[in-house]
């Protein structure tokens, strides 16, 4: 697996990165560039999926950015360890086993750091289930494939700052919550965690891939020739009322 690392360069605009996956999500489609997780910091951003109702922007004057991904509405921000996977799959592919052994994946590498995340049937990502609490959700995921190649990702709250999630229904689920590793009492960086998400990544997605193009080592990428892709459209937020508008 190809890891493009773009963490040294502290938090990025949302919709660059998002020009920079789609990008890639046509090379590798095309099979002229190797399977690759593209992992990164956001700025503060919120993001609605294509399940997004109403309900779960509260405040409609808040700025979104509408997204092809699966899934309701979500934040990303500092703190927060993003990975996109850009993949080509043996066809046909399969979005809901891609997701599965992506939570697999994030669940494997969290108990390296003595955390027990689980899988809850019927909701995506990785969460944590303690007594007497309210489930919370560690890690997001939101899937979209386009011609067997993979592209968006999950979204881990490492020592993200979760007051941001108070300004909407995180995911679309009323009776859930969300949590960091920080919240859970693990002080670790983004690096670390990318570094245990990375090789636990590549186990679990080796076996869906084109066999020739399965990697168990991980190649490191020069981000410099990657540069030019950063690029941030002219359209960026809007606010949930004017998305709600377009959608019509």
Known sequence: MHILNLLEQGPLDYLA??????????EVAQLRHPDTLIIWEAKDVYTAGRRTQPQDVPNSEIPVIAMDRG????????????????????????????????????????????VTATQIAGRSGAW????????????A????????????????NVHTDLEKFKNIIPCGITDAGVTSLAQLG?????????????????????????????????????????QQHLQIPTKGAQSYYEYQKERK
């Open 17 to 26: 990165v998002d020009t920079l996956q789609r990008y890639l999500n046509q």
């Open 128 to 139: 944590i289930q303690q007594p007497h609490t309210e489930d919370r959700k560690l890690c």
């Open 141 to 156: 995921i939101g899937i979209k494939f386009r011609e067997d190649t993979t592209m968006h990702g999950l979204a881990l």
């Open 71 to 114: 899934g309701s509405v979500t934040y990303h921000g500092p703190g927060q360890l993003v990975i996109y996977p850009i993949v080509k799959v043996k066809p046909p592919s399969d979005v809901v086993r891609f997701v599965r052994e992506t939570e697999l994946a994030v669940i494997n590498a969290m108990q390296k750091l003595q």
């Open 186 to 226: 693990i002080n670790t960086s983004l690096t670390t965690v990318a570094e245990l998400l990375s090789s636990s990544l590549t186990t679990h997605y080796n076996p869906l891939l084109i066999p020739e193009r399965a990697k168990n080592s991980l190649v490191f990428l020069d981000p410099q020739p990657y």
